[in-house]
């Protein structure tokens, strides 16, 4: 069974710095989607990056970027120019590739605080 | 187009009762996952359906159950309600199976006392 660990359960920036949020997964699949979602204190889910572990560049969403290291298993996300609006919590995700299954496996979450 | 919408919003349920949660995917949506959200077990898989079909099940006891009608809406019903079922239920919805984008309402707050 895949398992996904997030080792920060919190981290803290200050507004325009850079943070990176740690990732780490455990599978013997060769194929598999890899995705961070955040979750706002007003609770909806939402995507935020997503990465096929086909693909060797890494993913890019405006002012959020992954670095995916297949070999290590390990999937960090980068938050650059971070906003007020950042703060929630994050949540790492694996997802099968094929298998007619939408199951995703989550870490534990990091709880993200920006400072003012 | 309307997201996932999940009712009702917060529900207070006394042990031992059952409970009925609804979803309504995204239109033309025709999977629907389930998930548990807890404090200590984090977020975890309840069950998955697609054309009405149950394609997966996580390891929940069988008092949880669910179903999915022909126009995609899902239902899941809790029987028998612990104190530990307390919990943030959440759908999600992709457009297909194998679908690597899955969205997700906003939750069903449910406290059991």
């Known amino acids: 069974a895949q398992t996904v660990t997030q080792s920060q359960p919190e981290m803290s920036v200050q507004e325009a710095e850079t943070v990176t949020l740690s990732c780490t997964y455990d599978t013997s699949e060769s194929d598999y989607y890899l995705f961070w979602y955040k979750q706002p204190p007003s609770r909806q889910m939402i995507l935020v990056i997503r990465?096929?572990?086909?693909?060797?560049q890494n993913a890019t969403e405006n002012r959020f970027s992954v670095n995916f290291q297949k070999a290590a298993k390990s999937f960090s996300l980068k938050i650059s120019d971070s906003q007020l609006g950042d703060a929630a919590m994050y949540f790492c995700a694996y997802l099968s590739f094929g298998g007619g299954s939408e199951k995703l496996v989550f870490g534990k979450g990091t709880k993200l605080t920006v400072n003012p | 187009k309307a997201g996932v919408t999940q009712t009702p919003r917060y529900l207070i349920k006394t042990r031992g009762q059952q409970v009925t949660l609804s979803c309504s995917p995204i239109?033309?949506?025709?999977?629907v996952s389930w998930y548990q959200q807890t404090p200590g077990q984090g977020l975890q898989f309840l069950f998955e359906y697609f054309s009405e079909t149950q394609r997966n099940k996580g390891n929940f006891p069988g008092r949880f159950s669910g179903r999915q009608f022909s126009n995609s809406r899902s239902e899941m019903n809790v029987s028998t309600l612990e104190l530990g079922d307390s919990a943030l239920y959440l759908c999600?919805?992709?457009?297909?199976?194998?679908?690597?984008?899955?969205?997700f309402g906003p939750g069903t707050r449910l406290t059991v006392t």
């Open positions: 239109s033309g949506h025709r999977s």
């Open positions: 990465q096929e572990a086909y693909k060797q």
């Open positions: 999600a919805s992709s457009s297909q199976v194998g679908s690597n984008e899955q969205y």
